[in-house]
Structures are given as C-alpha cells and as structure tokens.
C-alpha cells in the first residue's frame, strides 16, 4: 500500500509538470500615458488580442508614461538593444533616422490617419522606406492630419511673422519655416508646457492630440492649412521576434501588419472627430476665416515645402510619385 501511495504521489507531481508551458513575457514601452490614443486603443487593444490569441502563451508587461525612458527620442533604441521587446516609435521626432518616411507627412498629401497608415505599410512592403533594417516592424501609421492652432487670430501669412509655432520634426518644421514664423521641435507633453509658460505662441497638432494633453487651454484660433500628418511605428526587437515559438512568431504576424496599421489610422481619425465637434461646439477654438488669398498662400507653401524636400533627388521623387499613385488608387 505504501508503494502505491508514492506511485500516485509521483503521477501528482510529475504529470502537471510535464504540461506545464511557461508563458513568454514581453516588454512593452510608450513614453505616453495610458489615455493616449496611441495607447489606449492601440497598443493595449493589441496586445490583449495577442495574449488571447496566444492562449496566455504570450503576456506583456507594460511599460507606459516612459517608464523605460523618457521622451520619443529614446524608444527605438530601447528597443533595437533589447531593453524594450515592443515599443511605440514616433517616426516624425527621429530627424535622420526615417528619411523615406518623410514623404508620409508631405502637407497635404493624404486627407485621413487611415489613409496615411494604408500608405505607409504599402510603402514598406514594397521596400521603399528605410531605417528599420534592425528591428521588427509590426505596423506603420499616421495621425489625423494636423491644424495650425494659435494664441491670436491669423488673417494673413504676415501675422505668422515673429510667432513661434510648435513643430513635430523636420517636415512641420520646413513648412512652419515658409510661413514666416520661427519652428520650435517639441513633443506635445513639452509643447503644452511651453505654451503655458508663453515660451511659443502655438503649434501645429492634430484634434485628439490638442485633447489629451490639455493645448486647448493655451490656444483660441485655428486655421485649416495642409501641414500634412506624423508618423508612427509599433516595433519588435528582431532577436526577441526570432527566438520564439514558431506558433507564437504566427499569432503576431497575423495580428500585425496592414490590418494593425489601418485600425491604428482610423483610431486617431476617430478620436480626431469627435474632439474637433466638442471644441467647435463649446467654442474652445475658433476657426480663423480665410479668405482667398491666405488659402492660396498657404497652398503654395505646400507646394514649396514638398519641391524643398525633393530637390534633386530622384530617389525621393520616385518615392513621391509612388504614394501619389498608390493614393490614387485608394480613391
């Protein structure tokens, strides 16, 4: 009897054992809070879907609010060394880095998030954007396009003079730059406090991001001018993609790619609607009329930032003229 009860005791520990499967835990970085857009509605819905998929195979631990560091500047590097597993990029903050990228955020090339981010990954399965060649690319996608917001009305491209107006990286700032006034580079949690301080006079952003960090205290007008989209990527550190499981390597990919990108686009297009009809309900912002000539200003700027941008480089305008015909198409 008494060997018979070890036998059992035996099958009691050994059996579970033996189907027991260590979940796999990543580490998932944002320098923005839990109320972002590009959090709450992206990368948590996301990776929820992915540990539901994964059978809990797969858990993720959040890291948001720069917890992991600080600041957009950081979050590729925090994960190309492996100290973050996943991490939200914001593409337009990495002058340098995402050249191709750039095209994404020409003003006035594309009319919604959802648009841009179709763009953006067709783009990059056709191999024409660069700069993620040591990292694993879950998704591409734009914001809603932006609006100039300002502490003081503008009627005319001369009262953008002497203004200093908040930019998102090197192509906001180009157009920033033609319209007479001086580009300051921040991020937005920065930009709110520099507005508050009286340090810049207004910026460009998009409708939900004027709503989450609190800019529509610091600024009463807006003008409808084409200052284009900003970019944005979810990555993985490759050598962490590669070491697992197969099966668990297929769950993210079906999870990831045009379809995560698009729903990403249309997110922030979402959240850009229904920001702009509060604000215009309850007054917050008032749109600034523009009559025919500051429209017609503002278009050429457009059309000079883009020509800046292309210059001489046929590269850069092959990639031009395949988003426009790619564009074209989605229309």
Not at 105 to 133: D, H, Q, R, V, Y
Not at 184 to 199: C, F, N, P, S
Not at 291 to 304: I, S, Y
Not at 305 to 311: P, S
Request: glycine fraction near 8%; hydrophobic fraction near 45%; charged fraction near 25%.
């Amino acid at each position: 009897m008494r060997l018979v009860l070890v036998c059992i005791i035996g099958l009691i520990v050994v059996v579970p054992a033996a189907g027991f499967q260590e979940s796999i835990r990543l580490r998932m970085s944002n320098y923005l809070p839990l109320q972002s857009v590009a959090v709450s509605k992206i990368m948590a819905p996301w990776s929820e879907s992915i540990e539901n998929k994964s059978a809990g195979r797969i858990k993720f631990v959040s890291y948001y609010g720069g917890a992991l560091g600080r600041g957009p500047h950081r979050q590729y590097l925090l994960t190309e060394k492996g100290v973050s597993d996943v991490s939200f990029v914001f593409l337009s903050m990495h002058s340098g880095r995402f050249r191709d990228a750039e095209v994404l955020e020409m003003p006035g090339l594309t009319n919604t998030g959802e648009e841009a981010s179709i763009l953006a990954w067709k783009l990059f399965e056709e191999g024409l954007l660069s700069g993620f060649e040591h990292v694993k690319v879950l998704a591409l996608f734009a914001s809603e396009p932006g609006r100039l917001f300002t502490q003081r009305p503008v009627r005319n491209l001369s009262d953008y003079k002497g203004l200093k107006i908040r930019a998102a990286g090197q192509v906001q700032g180009e157009y920033v730059y033609a319209l007479g006034a001086t580009p300051e580079v921040l991020d937005a949690a920065t930009a709110t406090e520099a507005l508050r301080r009286g340090t810049i006079n207004g910026l460009i952003q998009g409708w939900s991001g004027l709503a989450i960090f609190h800019q529509s205290d610091f600024v009463d007008y807006f003008v409808e001018a084409p200052v284009g989209v900003l970019t944005f990527a979810i990555i993985m550190n490759k050598e962490r993609f590669e070491s697992l499981p197969d099966e668990m390597k297929t769950i993210i990919d079906d999870n990831s790619g045009l379809a995560l990108s698009r729903r990403a686009g249309q997110a922030y297009d979402a959240y850009s609607d229904i920001y702009e009809g509060r604000f215009k309900e309850n007054g917050a912002v008032i749109a600034t009329p523009m009559d025919a000539e500051l429209r017609a200003a503002l278009q050429a700027k457009r059309h000079f930032v883009i020509n800046d941008w292309v210059g001489d480089d046929s590269r850069r305008a092959r990639l031009l003229d395949r988003s426009e015909s790619i564009i074209k198409a989605m229309r």
